[in-house]
C-alpha cells in the first residue's frame, strides 16, 4: 500500500520557527512536494524536492532524505498568515498522492 | 486565480439526479486530475488524465465517471450518487508526463452534497 505519515496539528508562536514531518511508504517515487491550504481555499503548492538535500524558498525550506522516507518542510518568522494546513505529496510517475495534512496554530 | 476554473462552486444534488462538474486550465498544461477531499480524509486522488489519455483510475466507483475531450477541460459526470460522496471535488492540471517538479495547480473545487 502506499501511506504518508505527517503530524496532525502543531501549534507554534508567531515570529517563531517550526518543522513539520512527513514519512512516506510508496511503491514509486519520483519527489516529494509541500502544499499550503487555507480554510475554504484550494491547496497551493509550496516546494518540491526530487533529491536529497534542502531546498529554500524565502522563508520556506523542504528537505528530502530518500533513504531515510522522509522530509520535512521548514517555516521561519511565522506569520498569523501561515495558520492553515499543510500537506506533503509524493509524485509517483502519473500520480501525486498527499498525506492527511497538518494543521498549524499560530499564536500571538 | 490559479488559471485552473471549476464550475460550478457549490451543487446540491439527490441520489437519483445526474448532474456534471466541469474543470477548466489556461495553463497550457498536458496533464488533469480530479481529487475528492473529505473532512479528516487525505486528498485522494481519483483520476489522471495525460494528453487527454486516461492514465490512472483510482478504483473509483462507476457512478463517477470522467470525460477529458480535451488537454484544457475535464468533467465528472455523477449519477446515482450516495451522501458519503458529499465532499469537496478538487481539479488539477500539471505540465505531465516527463515533468518531475510535482507541482499541481488546483481550482477552487466543487462542494458537493448529496441527500
Known amino acids: 500500500g502506499q501511506s504518508l505519515e505527517q503530524p496532525s496539528e502543531v501549534t507554534a508562536v508567531e515570529g517563531a520557527i517550526v518543522q513539520i514531518n512527513c514519512t512516506y511508504q510508496?511503491?514509486?517515487?519520483?519527489?516529494l512536494s509541500w502544499y499550503q491550504q487555507h480554510d475554504g481555499g484550494a491547496p497551493t503548492f509550496l516546494s518540491y524536492?526530487?533529491?536529497?538535500g534542502l531546498e529554500e524558498t524565502g522563508r520556506f525550506s523542504s528537505f528530502l532524505s530518500r533513504s531515510d522516507s522522509y522530509g520535512y518542510l521548514l517555516l521561519q518568522e511565522l506569520q498569523m498568515k501561515d495558520s492553515a494546513s499543510y500537506f506533503c505529496?509524493?509524485?509517483?510517475?502519473?500520480?501525486?498522492?498527499f498525506g492527511k495534512g497538518t494543521r498549524l496554530h499560530i499564536l500571538p | 486565480e490559479t488559471g485552473v476554473t471549476q464550475t460550478p462552486r457549490h451543487l446540491v444534488m439527490g441520489m437519483t439526479n445526474k448532474k456534471s462538474l466541469k474543470c477548466e486550465q489556461h495553463?497550457?498544461?498536458?496533464?488533469m486530475y480530479w481529487y475528492k477531499q473529505s473532512a479528516k480524509k487525505p486528498l485522494e486522488l481519483m483520476f489522471v488524465y495525460n494528453f487527454k489519455e486516461q492514465t490512472e483510475n483510482n478504483s473509483v466507483p462507476s457512478r463517477f465517471s470522467p470525460e477529458c475531450p480535451n488537454s484544457s477541460h475535464l468533467f465528472l459526470h455523477l449519477h446515482t450518487l450516495q451522501p458519503e460522496d458529499s465532499a469537496l471535488y478538487l481539479c488539477a492540471s500539471s505540465q505531465g508526463q516527463g515533468v518531475n517538479t510535482g507541482e499541481l495547480f488546483f481550482g477552487e473545487g466543487s462542494r458537493l452534497t448529496v441527500l
Open positions: 524536492n526530487g533529491l536529497d
Open positions: 505529496a509524493v509524485k509517483d510517475d502519473d500520480k501525486i498522492i
Open positions: 495553463l497550457g498544461h498536458n496533464a
Open positions: 510508496t511503491s514509486g517515487f519520483y519527489g
